[in-house]
């Protein structure tokens, strides 16, 4: 994921659909990622639409942090 987002102005979509569980450590990895993307001047979206995942995020706050889609052709989409 680094390497990807250490491009011109990347764009990237983690696709978190299949993930049922995320601890503080996958939590720190997205973040740090965000930060690398709007450091080079990009996007990091978020796919998943599991009320357990998705709750972690309400529960933290990073929902309103991150853009996070309930699939990857919404996140593709303008």
């Keep these: 994921m ?3 987002l250490s ?3 990347p764009s990237l ?3 978190l659909a299949d ?3 995320l601890d503080s450590t996958g939590i720190g990895t997205l973040v740090a990622g965000l930060n690398r993307a709007v450091q080079f ?3 990091l979206t978020l796919v998943s639409d599991h009320d357990r995942i998705l709750k972690l ?3 933290t706050g ?3 942090v991150f853009t996070i889609c309930s699939s990857v ?3 593709v989409s303008p």
């Design 2 to 4: 680094s390497e990807q």
């Design 7 to 9: 491009a011109a102005s």
């Design 13 to 15: 979509i983690v696709n």
């Design 19 to 21: 993930v049922t569980f």
């Design 41 to 43: 001047g990009g996007t």
């Design 57 to 59: 995020f309400r529960i």
């Design 62 to 64: 990073l929902d309103s």
């Design 73 to 75: 052709d919404e996140a």
